[in-house]
């Protein structure tokens, strides 16, 4: 454990322990003249919130150190910085009436949020909630701008209730009680019911919709089914009579689809060999956006409403034809202006830091609104990934990113850094990652798989690793190696394997099944024990994770076969552990357990833990701290 600095003193201070710029020089492969404390300066912007006349847009960025609520002309121009906590700001949503905004914020990383009210000019800031052993996850401001929807654990610690708030006066009623968990996702456009999304504690990627009438507060369901599947981004359409979502029921891929509520019969309107990957419908029911995820790239598309509840009919620009977009990379936060006239979104690229655009839909023209610092660095140094596929175990095809640095040293084989998402119902996207770019202009190559277990290709691909399946996706890792060292050019003797959260437990996992062929380990929050993280983990997360790596009750033995935590005699690289200590999903003991294993036996282990951090690491401070260390120990192990 260590003591925090200041951001400018922890800046300077790391300037003078850690010289990286002439570190650089001491690989021949790397032509990069800038170190890892100048790529950690790359920042962005996300989460955009549109105001209702479309003239300004809330949004987060990281400017100041943590993300914090940030305003904009929608023409572009200098941001006014609205709030200033240490902190980050989870998200930001504008009342539909221009009113005001509510943002979330936690501390610590302790990821209970409480709801915080904003006026427009950010002159005056409200706590909506405050209590701060109580998690709140915000659903959505009904159309009058009057009330709110949201769910929290305040009854029980392990379950999900929702509510609605009367935000001029902030009084509260629970309007759908469940021991379960619950999420609001969309309000009427009369304000009068709630659709309730209720994820299923049998199995994994599995819920359920709930249409509730707030006044009586009786729940009908809407989606009966068999099997895993998905109900996602319900919106309702203007009449009131129908639902818009995606789903993956009775198909592979999440598809667009709509609901008459009287019948309950659903249409696809959008059947696709890939994801469509969220959706946006404009307050005044006229326009709907949504995104394809056709393997990892987005793909935007805009289309007219009928308000009739009628399916969807008109195409913007050329029928058919996605939005144009700066470059090949990843569309997220849709927002538009309540007349439906703009569109606010997040594009994300492999060469892209996150920044904001609008998408003007009578002139069919997208313009950048934010321009996040590049910290100096030329764009043009910056690597996209090629999208590659290995054979594993099974015959199956692994589809993965790889990452070669721009120059290498011609007939040198390739230090790799195998990178693994964490989830796992998760997808690695080619998105912009200023560690990875700063790697690989140190002359790494980096392969970023999509190990069978990831979503994004299929229904049957994200259950291949559920419950005694786990190591097989492991088995994927192994293969990667194989192809890195057969067609990837890399050097078999400098092969490291790093990722966090459930990522963090794949890194112990390799290490401890493969333990020959890895050269070195970062681990950050990962899982080394799945009894004692599913005993200690938040109590309703346990339930979720149990769909997932099998149950305390039934598969305990399982559980414990799995545990890297019993395999620590396997162990031959060396291993870098970074943790926070207010880690709600992955607790610090997690990182205890392995770091006091591995120097009980003498073996070669670093570990920090940082008080103020949760699950993941987002304040700059400790970015600057953990990260040279981080190229400190690689460099140490893959020279």
């Not at 998760?426 to 770019?437: K, L, N, R």
């Not at 790494?444 to 798989?449: C, E, K, N, R």
């Not at 259950?463 to 067609?487: F, G, I, P, T």
């Given at each position: 454990?260590?003591?925090?600095?200041?951001?400018?003193?922890?800046?300077?201070?790391?300037?003078?322990?850690?010289?990286?710029?002439?570190?650089?020089?001491?690989?021949?492969?790397?032509?990069?003249?800038?170190?890892?404390?100048?790529?950690?300066?790359?920042?962005?912007?996300?989460?955009?919130?549109?105001?209702?006349?479309?003239?300004?847009?809330?949004?987060?960025?990281?400017?100041?150190?943590?993300?914090?609520?940030?305003?904009?002309?929608?023409?572009?121009?200098?941001?006014?910085?609205?709030?200033?906590?240490?902190?980050?700001?989870?998200?930001?949503?504008?009342?539909?009436?221009?009113?005001?905004?509510?943002?979330?914020?936690?501390?610590?990383?302790?990821?209970?949020?409480?709801?915080?009210?904003?006026?427009?000019?950010?002159?005056?800031?409200?706590?909506?909630?405050?209590?701060?052993?109580?998690?709140?996850?915000?659903?959505?401001?009904?159309?009058?701008?009057?009330?709110?929807?949201?769910?929290?654990?305040?009854?029980?610690?392990?379950?999900?209730?929702?509510?609605?708030?009367?935000?001029?006066?902030?009084?509260?009623?629970?309007?759908?009680?469940?021991?379960?968990?619950?999420?609001?996702?969309?309000?009427?456009?009369?304000?009068?019911?709630?659709?309730?999304?209720?994820?299923?504690?049998?199995?994994?990627?599995?819920?359920?919709?709930?249409?509730?009438?707030?006044?009586?507060?009786?729940?009908?369901?809407?989606?009966?089914?068999?099997?895993?599947?998905?109900?996602?981004?319900?919106?309702?359409?203007?009449?009131?009579?129908?639902?818009?979502?995606?789903?993956?029921?009775?198909?592979?891929?999440?598809?667009?689809?709509?609901?008459?509520?009287?019948?309950?019969?659903?249409?696809?309107?959008?059947?696709t060999q890939w994801d469509v990957a969220g959706i946006e419908v404009s307050d005044n029911g006229g326009m709907l956006a949504y995104?394809?995820?056709?393997?990892?790239?987005?793909?935007?598309?805009?289309?007219?409403?009928?308000?009739?509840?009628?399916?969807?009919?008109?195409?913007?620009?050329?029928?058919?034809?996605?939005?144009?977009?700066?470059?090949?990379?990843?569309?997220?936060?849709?927002?538009?202006?309540?007349?439906?006239?703009?569109?606010?979104?997040?594009?994300?690229?492999?060469?892209?830091?996150?920044?904001?655009?609008?998408?003007?839909?009578?002139?069919?023209?997208?313009?950048?609104?934010?321009?996040?610092?590049?910290?100096?660095?030329?764009?043009?140094?910056?690597?996209?990934?090629?999208?590659?596929?290995?054979?594993?175990?099974?015959?199956?095809?692994?589809?993965?990113?790889?990452?070669?640095?721009?120059?290498?040293?011609?007939?040198?084989?390739?230090?790799?850094?195998?990178?693994?998402?964490?989830?796992?119902?998760?997808?690695?996207?080619?998105?912009?990652?200023?560690?990875?770019?700063?790697?690989?202009?140190?002359?790494?190559?980096?392969?970023?798989?999509?190990?069978?277990?990831?979503?994004?290709?299929?229904?049957?691909?994200?259950?291949?690793?559920?419950?005694?399946?786990?190591?097989?996706?492991?088995?994927?890792?192994?293969?990667?190696?194989?192809?890195?060292?057969?067609?990837?050019?890399?050097?078999?003797?400098?092969?490291?394997?790093?990722?966090?959260?459930?990522?963090?437990?794949?890194?112990?996992?390799?290490?401890?099944?493969?333990?020959?062929?890895?050269?070195?380990?970062?681990?950050?929050?990962?899982?080394?024990?799945?009894?004692?993280?599913?005993?200690?983990?938040?109590?309703?997360?346990?339930?979720?994770?149990?769909?997932?790596?099998?149950?305390?009750?039934?598969?305990?033995?399982?559980?414990?076969?799995?545990?890297?935590?019993?395999?620590?005699?396997?162990?031959?690289?060396?291993?870098?552990?970074?943790?926070?200590?207010?880690?709600?999903?992955?607790?610090?003991?997690?990182?205890?357990?392995?770091?006091?294993?591995?120097?009980?036996?003498?073996?070669?282990?670093?570990?920090?833990?940082?008080?103020?951090?949760?699950?993941?690491?987002?304040?700059?401070?400790?970015?600057?701290?953990?990260?040279?260390?981080?190229?400190?120990?690689?460099?140490?192990?893959?020279?």
């Amino acid at each position: 454990m260590r003591k925090q600095l200041p951001i400018l003193a922890a800046t300077v201070l790391l300037a003078l322990l850690y010289p990286l710029e002439s570190v650089g020089a001491q690989n021949p492969a790397s032509r990069e003249p800038f170190g890892i404390e100048r790529y950690l300066n790359i920042r962005s912007a996300t989460s955009p919130a549109l105001s209702p006349t479309g003239d300004r847009i809330a949004f987060l960025t990281n400017i100041s150190g943590t993300p914090q609520l940030w305003m904009v002309s929608a023409q572009g121009g200098w941001p006014d910085q609205m709030t200033f906590f240490p902190d980050r700001v989870d998200f930001i949503s504008w009342s539909p009436d221009g009113s005001g905004l509510i943002f979330g914020k936690s501390i610590g990383g302790d990821e209970n949020a409480q709801l915080y009210w904003m006026a427009p000019d950010g002159s005056q800031i409200r706590a909506l909630t405050s209590e701060p052993k109580v998690r709140h996850d915000f659903g959505g401001w009904a159309h009058d701008g009057k009330k709110i929807s949201y769910a929290s654990n305040q009854r029980n610690r392990d379950f999900f209730d929702i509510y609605v708030m009367d935000v001029a006066t902030g009084s509260s009623q629970l309007v759908y009680q469940q021991d379960g968990s619950n999420a609001p996702v969309a309000w009427s456009v009369d304000g009068r019911k709630l659709v309730v999304s209720h994820a299923n504690e049998q199995l994994s990627l599995d819920n359920d919709l709930y249409l509730i009438d707030i006044a009586s507060k009786t729940a009908t369901h809407l989606t009966p089914h068999e099997g895993a599947t998905q109900f996602s981004d319900a919106r309702f359409m203007p009449d009131g009579h129908s639902l818009l979502f995606t789903t993956d029921d009775k198909r592979e891929f999440q598809s667009l689809a709509q609901m008459d509520l009287a019948t309950r019969r659903v249409d696809i309107l959008d059947n696709t060999q890939w994801d469509v990957a969220g959706i946006e419908v404009s307050d005044n029911g006229g326009m709907l956006a949504y995104t394809l995820n056709r393997e990892g790239f987005s793909e935007l598309y805009v289309r007219r409403l009928n308000t009739d509840g009628k399916p969807l009919i008109t195409a913007l620009g050329p029928k058919g034809m996605p939005v144009k977009l700066p470059g090949k990379g990843v569309v997220g936060g849709l927002s538009f202006s309540r007349d439906g006239r703009k569109l606010a979104l997040v594009f994300n690229g492999a060469r892209f830091n996150a920044d904001v655009w609008i998408y003007d839909l009578q002139t069919q023209t997208l313009k950048q609104v934010t321009q996040s610092s590049r910290a100096g660095i030329p764009q043009s140094s910056f690597v996209e990934p090629e999208l590659i596929q290995y054979k594993t175990f099974d015959e199956r095809m692994i589809p993965a990113w790889y990452y070669r640095p721009r120059n290498p040293t011609a007939n040198v084989p390739l230090p790799v850094i195998v990178s693994v998402h964490g989830g796992p119902e998760g997808q690695a996207f080619p998105t912009f990652s200023a560690v990875d770019q700063y790697f690989l202009a140190r002359g790494y190559a980096i392969l970023v798989p999509n190990v069978r277990g990831s979503t994004g290709y299929g229904k049957t691909y994200t259950h291949l690793d559920d419950v005694q399946k786990r190591e097989d996706s492991v088995k994927d890792l192994a293969a990667a190696v194989d192809w890195l060292k057969s067609r990837g050019g890399a050097d078999p003797k400098r092969i490291a394997v790093m990722g966090g959260s459930y990522g963090g437990y794949m890194v112990l996992a390799a290490i401890t099944l493969y333990p020959e062929i890895w050269s070195s380990a970062v681990e950050l929050f990962g899982i080394a024990n799945f009894e004692t993280n599913l005993k200690r983990t938040s109590g309703y997360r346990r339930k979720l994770r149990e769909r997932e790596y099998g149950t305390l009750e039934k598969d305990l033995e399982f559980l414990r076969s799995i545990s890297p935590i019993y395999k620590v005699d396997r162990i031959r690289a060396p291993l870098f552990v970074l943790q926070g200590k207010n880690d709600p999903r992955v607790p610090y003991t997690e990182s205890e357990q392995i770091v006091k294993a591995l120097r009980d036996r003498n073996r070669p282990v670093e570990y920090i833990l940082f008080e103020d951090e949760g699950h993941g690491f987002v304040k700059l401070n400790n970015r600057l701290f953990m990260y040279p260390k981080i190229v400190e120990f690689l460099e140490k192990h893959m020279k």
